[in-house]
């Protein structure tokens, strides 16, 4: 929940910082995005009998690699490939299998 309020709150109190900034709206979807994904993933694997600890592993090797092909996409486009983005997107997979690590 600390994750989400810091997330949240620096998303969205953050002003004009140039063409690909640290805080905003995009970055904030990056997040929940990966959080979903390590989610919806984690669920898809442990209802295939995947143990709990790889069903957790598995599905954050599933986020981090649908966020490296949004960046590699965006390669291709005029927004361009973002680190930034790619460090939101971490950050959404591990707050997503930080709050997995608890489920069972």
């Known amino acids: 929940m600390h ?6 709150s620096l998303s969205l ?3 004009h910082q140039g063409a690909d900034p640290w805080f905003g709206p995009d970055k904030l979807k990056h997040f929940f995005v990966s959080a979903f994904v390590e989610s919806a993933s984690y669920s898809a694997l442990r ?3 995947v143990s709990h600890h790889d ?6 090797g599933i986020a981090v690699s ?3 092909a949004k960046e590699l996409h965006d390669a291709r ?3 361009g ?3 930034r983005d790619l460090t939101w997107d ?3 997979t591990a707050a997503g299998a930080a709050f997995l690590s608890h489920a069972r």
Do not use: C, D, W
Not at 3 to 8: D, G, I, Q
Not at 55 to 60: K, L, N, Q, T
């Open 3 to 8: 994750t989400f309020v810091l997330a949240l």
């Open 13 to 15: 109190g953050a002003g």
């Open 47 to 49: 209802a295939a009998r």
């Open 55 to 60: 069903a957790i592993v598995s599905a954050a």
């Open 66 to 68: 649908v966020g490296i």
């Open 77 to 79: 486009t005029p927004e």
């Open 81 to 83: 490939f973002s680190f």
């Open 90 to 92: 971490a950050a959404g």
